[in-house]
């Protein structure tokens, strides 16, 4: 049984930085691509980064780019958003995904091509 389980989130000021996980069970960790979508209230969930299996490839969404880093160890099955420059728009749940195909930017960012999703954990960044 697949399970994602992500944690690190909380309240952070305007600018401030916070570093989520993702620690998988379940699963071949090593040959899945993973990524992490947000969803903030009364707004459909939004692609936020990708990584590829061997981490050889990261897919950003426009409105962390330059700000957001994923990155994965997959010797302990764990993927990190790693959110810097924070801004109260980034306030939401923010959930990691497990991907059982591959493909280029615009397949990552469907929330449809997701296998597995976590339970969320809640980013609120205060102005």
């Known amino acids: 049984q697949v399970q994602l389980v992500e944690s690190g989130g909380g309240l952070v000021q305007a600018g401030g930085s916070l570093r989520l996980s993702c620690a998988a069970s379940?699963?071949?960790?090593?040959?899945?691509?993973m990524g992490w979508f947000r969803q903030a209230p009364r707004k459909e969930r939004e692609f936020v980064a990708a990584?590829?299996?061997?981490?050889?490839?990261?897919y950003y969404g426009d409105s962390v780019k330059g700000r957001f880093t994923i990155s994965r160890d997959n010797a302990f099955k764990v993927v990190y958003l790693q959110m810097d420059s924070l801004k109260p728009e980034d306030t939401a749940v923010y959930y990691c995904?497990?991907?059982?195909?591959?493909?280029?930017?615009?397949?990552?960012?469907?929330?449809?091509?997701?296998?597995?999703w976590g339970q969320g954990t809640q980013v609120t960044v205060s102005s």
């Open positions: 990584i590829t299996s061997n981490s050889a490839t990261t």
């Open positions: 379940g699963l071949m960790f090593g040959n899945y691509h």
């Open positions: 995904a497990d991907y059982r195909g591959t493909g280029n930017y615009y397949y990552y960012a469907r929330a449809s091509e997701v296998a597995y």
